[in-house]
């Protein structure tokens, strides 16, 4: 249609989580039709995050600070969240309801897909523990088999410390109607439930 170096841009956008080729073609033939309002500031954008933004060495943060600005920052209080990915700790961060450091663990446990511990950030995680200055590490993984095991591994990990290894509640969403739940989700709530 528009050439090779087109067909090229459309392939790297239709790579990107939630866009298909269709979405692709219409970000492209948006991005061609305004060369200097919409292309040449987001290619001057993307060689510029490619030059500045590193994960940092203490927590796996993306940013362009090293360390990273949530890592200098003191007035976190002496907790560590441990997630699975960046993603998750900026979800954490957007909601305003967590004030202490991460650690992104790049990953889950996996027995099938051949991800062991020593895969994962893992040894970092201890070694920042170990340190001490840390009251609390919360396990804030994915409700999944794998998410699941890796909680396990590094609750035990982490018994040796005087510290408070904790997991994020599972149970029925805010809104949540009982009769759509799975059996999974209803006994994890049953189990984790408050006095009212």
């Not at 001057?44 to 994960?55: D, M, Q, T, Y």
């Not at 699975?84 to 897909?113: K, N, Q």
Request: net charge neutral.
């Amino acid at each position: 249609m528009g050439g090779p170096e087109v067909d090229h841009l459309i392939g790297l956008f239709a790579r990107l989580p939630g866009l298909g080729p269709r979405s692709a073609r219409r970000i492209v033939l948006k991005l061609l039709s305004a060369r200097e309002t919409r292309l040449r500031p987001l290619a001057e954008a993307l060689r510029a995050a490619e030059a500045a933004v590193r994960p940092c060495p203490a927590c796996g943060n993306l940013d362009s600070r090293v360390p990273c600005g949530i890592c200098v920052d003191t007035a976190r209080e002496p907790y560590i969240c441990v997630v699975e990915s960046v993603a998750d700790l900026w979800a954490l961060e957007r909601a305003h309801v967590y004030h202490g450091r991460y650690h992104v663990l790049g990953g889950t446990l996996s027995a099938i897909a051949g991800r062991g511990p020593e895969d994962l950030s893992i040894a970092p995680l201890r070694a920042r523990v170990a340190q001490g200055g840390v009251e609390e590490v919360i396990l804030a993984l994915p409700a999944t088999v794998e998410g699941a095991a890796t909680a396990h591994y590094l609750a035990e990990l982490l018994a040796p410390f005087d510290i408070a290894v904790s997991r994020l509640a599972q149970g029925v969403p805010m809104g949540g109607a009982l009769e759509v739940l799975d059996e999974g989700t209803l006994a994890a709530a049953l189990r984790a439930r408050n006095t009212a």
